[in-house]
T-cell receptor, first 114, second 113 residues
Framework: GAGVSQSPRYKVAKRGQDVALRCDPISGHVSLFWYQQALGQGPEFLTYFQNEAQLDKSGLPSDRFFAERPEGSVSTLKIQRTQQEDSAVYLC????????????FGPGTRLTVT | GNSVTQMEGPVTLSEEAFLTINCTYTATGYPSLFWYVQYPGEGLQLLLKATKADDKGSNKGFEATYRKETTSFHLEKGSVQVSDSAVYFCARDSGAGSYQLTFGKGTKLSVIP
């Protein structure tokens, strides 16, 4: 079956622009996670959804970062007024269970802020 | 807080050599432990997992045993192939709540013929 998909795969933004990154999880997966992966580092947790409810947003680095999953499937991560330090790969993962203990990752969106 | 420490790379091995990548984790809660692999140009793939102490995860010739007494989850393979060249990430989940993953920094493995 189809895996987790993300779009766009690459995004270049000028500093100060707003961006929106999309994640399509595996159909029927209850849990959805966003992670940020800086160059040469492991992914770091940003936020977690169980269906449409955002239950944990403790990893969001600032109030410029906002995520939503209004219908419990597709999710969007929005970054307002992008800064150079936002340059990273943004990974989405989904899991079939609530509080998913086996997460399946998408290919990521590489964001470059110039 | 939760953290994972894994051996720094890069690691370069000849084909058919034995591989060990060390990983230790903070002993908070009752986490599951994972190894993920990222092949060049691809996304993270789950390689293997273990959910409780003394469990052994295995897949594609790779193995790792959940050692609570040493808080370790070392990755091993008896005979590596060129196709194993990738970046390997050790991870633990939070053990409760959202089960968010905490990753190590990754170890790049290159296998030469």
């Amino acid at each position: 079956g189809a895996g987790v998909s993300q779009s766009p795969r690459y995004k270049v933004a000028k500093r100060g622009q707003d961006v929106a990154l999309r994640c399509d999880p595996i159909s029927g997966h209850v849990s959805l996670f966003w992670y940020q992966q800086a160059l040469g580092q492991g992914p770091e947790f940003l936020t977690y959804f169980q269906n449409e409810a955002q239950l944990d947003k403790s990893g969001l680095p600032s109030d410029r970062f906002f995520a939503e999953r209004p219908e419990g499937s597709v999710s969007t991560l929005k970054i307002q007024r992008t800064q150079q330090e936002d340059s990273a790969v943004y990974l989405c993962a989904s899991s079939v269970l609530a509080g998913g203990r086996e997460q399946y990752f998408g290919p990521g969106t590489r964001l470059t802020v110039t | 807080g939760n953290s994972v420490t894994q051996m720094e790379g890069p690691v370069t091995l000849s084909e058919e050599a034995f591989l060990t990548i060390n990983c230790t984790y903070t002993a908070t809660g009752y986490p599951s432990l994972f190894w993920y692999v990222q092949y060049p140009g691809e996304g993270l793939q789950l390689l293997l997992k273990a959910t409780k102490a003394d469990d052994k995860g295995s897949n594609k010739g790779f193995e790792a045993t959940y050692r609570k007494e040493t808080t370790s989850f070392h990755l091993e393979k008896g005979s590596v192939q060129v196709s194993d060249s990738a970046v390997y990430f050790c991870a633990r989940d939070s053990g409760a709540g959202s089960y968010q993953l905490t990753f190590g920094k990754g170890t790049k493995l290159s296998v030469i013929p």
